[in-house]
């Protein structure tokens, strides 16, 4: 057996003080079903009637996955493992196919037709040499009957009593690793800045840094937050600390340098945010949003405007000394 799936049993703790029940019973044995029983499978039909096959790059459980990184490598797999297996099948694989349709089965060796799968307590292996085995974990590994993961059962992703998970130590090794490319790239773009636009870039992030910061703490400060998995608060909160880095990181020079004016500015109390976005000086309403702002700045026709407000920035900065 070449390359293999596996799908595992999820075997549960139960404390002393519960109820005695079969399912505790088994888990002091190592077991989560009696011995020699099983759990049959099939397909997962969405209510939009379009079957769940692990095949659809367009699936709604694919939309519905949050993370970019994997989105995007759930879209590679399945469109590439589609190709491979109507090569192989040389039928319809696609969602609305009668294929998936098990009642529409002749029999077990019915080749047009889907055949159930059959799980039983402990580690079920698939061999993704053979095309039916293949066919077989790619829809299972994404039945929403089956955690995608130990680690997301744990986190309450899936009911409680789900009793099966996709052990693939190799795809949340993919998601790693690209996480990990993403963050040492981006560190990259953030060793090779200038120490001046490090700054720029650590006050459009939110964090609190000054033109006096050592550099040493703007270092620091951006390192641990590239790190993170999500701004905690803030702006960009909820937002992923490596996809609002590149943003600013790839920015050209002459927008993040306004963009980091408006936002001294504002922090400098030279303009007021109103709980509308209205941006203010004094009583007088000067632009509806800080992208309005910004635009009108940037603007060769408004420069002059823009050195009155450096300028009127430097003397506030030289008054807090």
């Known amino acids: 057996m070449g390359k293999t799936g596996k799908i595992s049993s999820i075997k549960k703790e139960y404390s002393s003080t519960q109820q005695l029940t079969l399912q505790s019973e088994l888990a002091k044995t190592g077991r989560t079903r009696i011995p020699g029983t099983s759990v049959f499978k099939y397909p997962y039909l969405e ?18 996955i949050q993370d970019d990184t994997e989105r995007e490598l759930e879209i590679e797999r399945v469109k590439a493992l589609r190709k491979k297996l109507e090569a192989s099948f040389r039928v319809d694989l696609g969602p609305h196919s009668e294929f998936w349709n098990y009642g529409k089965s002749m029999s077990s060796n019915d080749n047009t037709h889907v055949q ?19 066919l077989t974990y790619a829809w299972l590994r994404v039945h929403p009957t089956i955690a995608s993961s130990y680690s997301a059962w744990e986190r309450g992703e899936y009911p409680a009593d789900t009793q099966f998970y996709v052990s693939d130590d190799e795809i949340e090794g993919q998601i790693v690793y690209k996480k990990k490319q993403l963050v040492n790239k981006a560190i990259g773009k953030f060793q090779d800045m200038s120490p001046d ?24 400060e951006i390192d641990n937050l590239l790190k993170q998995t999500e701004f905690k608060n803030g702006k960009h909160q909820g937002l992923k600390p490596i996809e609002v880095f590149n943003r600013f990181a790839d920015m050209k020079e002459d927008l993040l340098t306004v963009k980091d004016l408006v936002k001294q500015a504002i922090a400098n109390n030279i303009y007021r945010v109103k709980p509308s976005g209205k941006i203010t000086e004094g009583e007088a309403e000067i632009a509806r949003d ?28 030289l008054a807090a000394v």
């Open 47 to 64: 209510k939009d009637n379009h079957y769940r096959t692990g095949l659809d790059e367009d699936a709604s459980y694919i939309r519905r």
């Open 116 to 134: 159930p799968a059959k799980l039983m307590d402990g580690d079920n292996y698939f061999d993704l040499g053979v095309p039916w085995q293949e």
């Open 197 to 220: 636009r490090r700054k720029k870039v650590a006050r459009m992030l939110g964090l609190p840094v000054t033109d006096e910061s050592k550099e040493e703490l703007v270092y620091n």
């Open 290 to 317: 800080e992208d309005e702002l910004v635009k009108f700045l940037i603007d060769d026709d408004n420069q002059e405007d823009r050195i009155l407000l450096e300028q009127q920035l430097k003397r506030k900065k």
